[in-house]
């Protein structure tokens, strides 16, 4: 098993910067893809930033490519999410995920996940 905590959200103005942070228990994490969603209220789950396992590749939602940055710290088990230029419509709960295999943005391909930190950014 793979137990998955996030944390670092909170309330931000736009323009402003927060960067989450998930940290990972249980089953080797070297040999995980890691990937960040977040869910706003009324919407469906959504895709916004995955990770290799070595940090060698990532792959971005059109909607956070150049202001979101996720990276990952294998001796520490954590995966973070910098998050730059916020927007309003950023708001949301975000959630830490992982899998096996190659990168995806798929939700339903990730078998791990924490959660959740909340994210609220006014304009």
């Known amino acids: 098993q793979v137990q998955l905590v996030e944390s670092g959200g909170g309330l931000v103005q736009a323009g402003g910067s927060l960067r989450l942070t998930c940290a990972v228990s249980?089953?080797?994490?070297?040999?995980?893809?890691m990937g960040w969603f977040r869910q706003a209220p009324g919407k469906e789950r959504t895709f916004v930033a995955a990770i290799t396992w070595n940090g060698g590749g990532t792959y971005y939602a059109d909607s956070v490519k150049g202001r979101f940055t996720i990276s990952r710290d294998n001796a520490k088990k954590v995966v973070y999410l910098q998050m730059n230029s916020l927007k309003p419509e950023d708001t949301a709960l975000y959630y830490c995920?992982?899998?096996?295999?190659?990168?995806?943005?798929?939700?339903?391909?990730?078998?791990?996940w924490g959660q959740g930190t909340q994210v609220t950014v006014s304009s």
């Open positions: 249980g089953r080797p994490f070297s040999s995980h893809v």
């Open positions: 995920a992982a899998r096996f295999g190659a990168i995806v943005a798929s939700s339903d391909e990730y078998n791990y």
